[in-house]
């Protein structure tokens, strides 16, 4: 993809932001509604160049499944043997990755509070991110400048305004 090619709104978030990793994958999701329509979006870079990006888009669904979505999107694309750090600002994906899954997936999938919710998304993510062993899954603060995390939210929110 040239530079031409590109989404407007992407060459604004790379022109104004400067700050954060520059290598790693970066996750989003975004909905419209809390249930509505809601996209997805990751970038992988390596020292700010852009190796790939993705994004979808779902008509009914939530701001936390399209989360699950972007990393599980993300993971898809990464070899079995990629050593990088993915990156999403949703706490609740992160913790459910790496503190809860193990112990949930002991239970039988069954978690003390009552039913995991968008169970099915969470299983494939923990099913991924075990297959991918030299994958590190952190958090990261949304919308504090970080260059890539604004730029995966322009991602995954773009799908709204089409």
């Not at 990751?42 to 020292?47: A, D, T, Y």
Request: glycine share 10%; proline share 5%; with cysteine.
């Amino acid at each position: 993809m040239n530079g031409s090619d590109r989404n407007p709104e992407l060459e604004e978030v790379l022109a104004r932001y400067s700050r954060g990793p520059t290598s790693g994958v970066f996750t989003d999701g975004s909905c419209e509604g809390n249930p509505g329509p809601g996209g997805w979006g990751f970038v992988w870079v390596q020292e700010d160049e852009v190796l790939l990006e993705r994004s979808g888009y779902e008509p009914d669904t939530t701001n936390n499944q399209m989360e699950l979505q972007a990393l599980i999107e993300a993971y898809r694309a990464l070899p079995r043997d990629a050593e990088v750090t993915v990156h999403s600002d949703s706490q609740l994906c992160v913790n459910t990755i790496n503190q809860w899954a193990a112990g949930w997936e002991r239970r039988g999938w069954k978690r003390k509070g009552g039913p995991i919710k968008n169970l099915e998304r969470v299983q494939e993510l923990w099913a991924l991110s075990n297959d991918r062993p030299g994958v590190t899954l952190e958090w990261i603060k949304a919308h504090d400048g970080s260059k890539w995390n604004e730029y995966a939210d322009v991602l995954a929110s773009s799908w709204l305004r089409r």
